[in-house]
């Protein structure tokens, strides 16, 4: 495959209007690829697919031996319309929403578009999920039956269940509920669910998502059918260069991020409508995703920060094991400046690199960066990344190292992206500009507003009527436009710190570049009614131990400007190199937005110990609550 800076960029793409206001862009809007549906549903996707291409591998699905086996559209379909009819027998009936908590794996795809064959609607729980929260889920939604995988998730849901007075039937995966279900289903006759499936309409719905929050109790984001077929629709006819064209081969992706989540339930949809083949991944870790990338060959990937950072600090931590530090630095800094040079000169606004630095590039493409794409399984040349923001200079690296990386932005109640880097044309730093049919506002305080056919049609509520659709979502993210309609997410409202010198402070950008380093695996800016800005730091341990097992020189004097500190003992070898990263942080700031004291704190901000949201956001809260004697000394 060619590096994907190499090749020219469409410019077929109807241009995005911007509106501008007192000399600013206050708007951006993009029109259809694809118009709305005027009928149909997401259940009809499977059978459409089977018609038009029957042996068409649509699903490599894992089997129990670690082998993969192809299943073909046809099949799928099979399987689809077994299972849907096995739920019609277990009584659900139309409209009505079945709970499922699992991980990522087949069943999940498989419940999907059974449930809406059936005229129903799964809504997911996470699999990390407590009681409390599944309890929530299951009272709020109505639910008439639930899904579990495995013997954990089957107890907390029978818990929950139990909680709410409610006897919702429970069944598990693990224990071939749907083979189960299928045979139970043999006697539904293929009428009843052709009559089902006619009865839906693009705006029957398709699925609550109940936002897991960094705070408050989940709220029900009532997503229809529309909205995903919208979404999809438009999404697959912007990202065909990624999909299909720009890689000359056909198009795979491996599915790791959790279904229970938009972005992830977003591409399995996408997937199906383009019948783009898909696998499945129950885990993001880099460890256990590593041996699945490598079998399964994707050819693009839709992933998180987390997943992009862990790569490069995995990367780095390999070659400093093997004293080759400087070596993956050197290429860092070479890929950085090769994307730089082929992005802005693809943009009209520079020159390609020039012949020293593609010499360069092509020894450490040897060297460096084709290590970096077997990690990713060898073939991707594109990925997608969601959830929240990620350092622009990681970005560069990627491309430089053969991996375009396209940063997006949206929100469950947005079903997923409501702007992306467009294919071929991205800018690191921006989250690109609105997906087709879509749109955004910054507000007079920067506030950012979406539009558009994938916004959702409101909050439910157990008892009341069912909301319309807004017009506008405010979103509480702070941002502006460029001249050109890219967006460029600034921070989070709520989440501005303000200085008792009156510094208003976003704490995002800082902790995005803090997590880049090697040794760093969480950061947590504070600094909210204090004299200055300080950050909590949490090791990586395995980066730790190949960094001090490569010998590293002995300190020298701390960066002037930066205290560190730490509650655990840690060598003052990493403690200086937390310093300088630090340091370089804070060269890209002013000096009152600049952190003055960090501290090393004991553990890790984890999902497990209810620090992070299961998309791997911080709960700042929970995260200063844990730890505020800490936060304490960063102002002693």
């Not at 937005?593 to 299961?614: K, N, Y």
């Amino acid at each position: 495959m060619a590096h994907p800076l190499t090749r020219a960029a469409r410019t077929d793409r109807p241009p995005v209007e911007v509106r501008r206001a007192a000399g600013q862009v206050v708007e951006a809007r993009a029109p259809y690829l694809v118009p709305p549906p005027a009928e149909g549903s997401l259940a009809e996707l499977p059978f459409r697919n089977a018609l038009a291409d029957p042996d068409a591998v649509v699903v490599t699905r894992r089997q129990p031996d670690g082998g993969w086996l192809d299943v073909t559209a046809r099949q799928f379909a099979e399987q689809v319309a077994g299972l849907a009819r096995g739920l019609v027998a277990a009584g659900v009936r139309p409209g009505a929403r079945i709970v499922l908590m699992s991980r990522t794996r087949y069943e999940w795809t498989l419940l999907d578009f059974a449930a809406w064959a059936a005229g129903a609607c799964v809504v997911p729980v996470y699999p990390t999920a407590a009681v409390e929260q599944a309890e929530w889920i299951v009272r709020d939604s109505g639910a008439v039956l639930a899904l579990a995988e495995d013997a954990q998730t089957a107890e907390v849901l029978t818990v929950a269940i139990a909680r709410t007075g409610g006897t919702v039937p429970l069944w598990r995966l693990d224990e071939d509920a749907v083979g189960a279900l299928t045979g139970l289903g043999a006697s539904v006759p293929a009428e009843e669910l052709e009559r089902r499936r006619a009865a839906l309409g693009p705006d029957d719905e398709a699925t609550l998502i109940y936002t897991s929050g960094t705070t408050g109790r989940p709220k029900g984001c009532l997503l229809t059918h529309a909205n995903f077929l919208t979404e999809a629709a438009n999404c697959h006819a912007l990202l065909e260069p990624v999909f299909e064209e720009a890689t000359g081969v056909r198009p795979c992706t491996l599915l790791f991020l959790p279904l229970a989540h938009v972005l992830g339930r977003m591409i399995q949809v996408t997937c199906v409508y383009g019948r783009v083949r898909i696998g499945h991944s129950p885990s993001l870790k880099p460890a256990d995703l590593r041996p699945d990338l490598a079998a399964f060959g994707a050819t693009f990937l839709v992933g998180v920060p987390y997943l992009f950072e862990k790569i490069h600090q995995l990367g780095r931590a390999e070659a400093q094991a093997k004293g080759a530090a400087k070596v993956f630095d050197r290429a860092a800094e070479v890929a950085v400046r090769y994307a730089r040079a082929e992005l802005d000169a693809r943009a009209g606004a520079g020159r390609p690199a020039p012949f020293s630095l593609r010499v360069a590039h092509g020894l450490y493409d040897l060297l460096v960066y084709r290590r970096v794409r077997a990690a990713m399984g060898g073939r991707v040349r594109y990925a997608i990344s969601g959830g929240s923001s990620i350092d622009p200079e990681l970005l560069l690296f990627f491309a430089g190292a053969g991996v375009l990386v396209h940063e997006g932005y949206g929100l469950t109640e947005s079903s997923g992206p409501s702007t992306v880097n467009p294919p071929l044309r991205p800018r690191p730093g921006t989250v690109g500009q609105p997906v087709p049919g879509s749109a955004v506002r910054i507000a007079e305080d920067g506030e950012v507003f979406l539009s558009g056919g994938q916004l959702f049609d409101g909050y439910h509520e157990l008892g009341r009527p069912r909301p319309r659709r807004p017009q506008w979502f405010a979103t509480g993210d702070l941002g502006r436009l460029d001249e050109d309609g890219y967006l460029t997410i600034t921070g989070r409202k709520k989440e501005i710190l303000v200085t008792s010198g009156g510094k208003n402070v976003s704490p995002g950008p800082l902790e995005d570049r803090l997590r880049g380093h090697p040794l760093i695996s969480q950061a947590l800016v504070v600094g909210n009614g204090r004299p200055y800005v300080g950050a909590l730091l949490t090791l990586d341990a395995e980066a730790v131990e190949l960094f001090l097992a490569s010998g590293p020189p002995e300190p020298g004097p701390l960066p002037e400007g930066v205290g560190i500190g730490s509650a655990v003992p840690v060598r003052p070898a990493v403690l200086a190199a937390l310093a300088e990263a630090v340091r370089s942080v804070n060269s890209t700031v002013s000096r009152a937005e600049s952190i003055r004291r960090a501290r090393v704190v004991a553990g890790d901000f984890t999902e497990e110990r209810g620090l992070l949201t299961p998309s791997l956001k911080i709960r700042r809260q929970a995260v200063g609550t844990a730890y505020r004697r800490d936060v304490e000394q960063l102002y002693a």
